[in-house]
Nanobody
Framework: HVQLVESGGGLVQAGGPLRLSCAAS????????MGWFRQTPGKGREFVAA????????DYADSVKGRFTISTDNTKNTVYLQMNSLKPEDTAVYYC????????????????WGQGTQVTVSS
């Protein structure tokens, strides 16, 4: 049974940093492309960032480019999303996801999902 468990969410002031973690029960995490999505009430999930199976390539939504960084630590089977210069519009539930393919922006192409972690950015 595959599990993805996000942590690190919380309340932060605008301009501040926050780091999200996603612990995966996936064996050999390096075999999976990983992604982060976010969702606000009444809206669908929005692509945030993705990292390739090798970890050598990344992709970001324009809205977070230059502020967010996705990375993996295969020794810990964990994916991170470092978020800097946070804005109130970054407030959302953040989800990590895994796919057999890499650098996907379409949520329908991801096979496994975490339960989400709330990020709230106050102005």
């Amino acid at each position: 049974h595959v599990q993805l468990v996000e942590s690190g969410g919380g309340l932060v002031q605008a301009g501040g940093p926050l780091r999200l973690s996603c612990a995966a029960s996936l064996r050999f995490l390096w075999r999976y492309g990983m992604g982060w999505f976010r969702q606000t009430p009444g809206k669908g999930r929005e692509f945030v960032a993705a990292i390739s199976r090798s970890g050598g390539n990344t992709d970001y939504a324009d809205s977070v480019k230059g502020r967010f960084t996705i990375s993996t630590d295969n020794t810990k089977n964990t994916v991170y999303l470092q978020m800097n210069s946070l804005k109130p519009e970054d407030t959302a539930v953040y989800y990590c996801a895994a796919s057999a393919q890499s650098l996907l922006r379409n949520e329908a192409q991801y096979d496994y999902w975490g339960q989400g972690t709330q990020v709230t950015v106050s102005s």
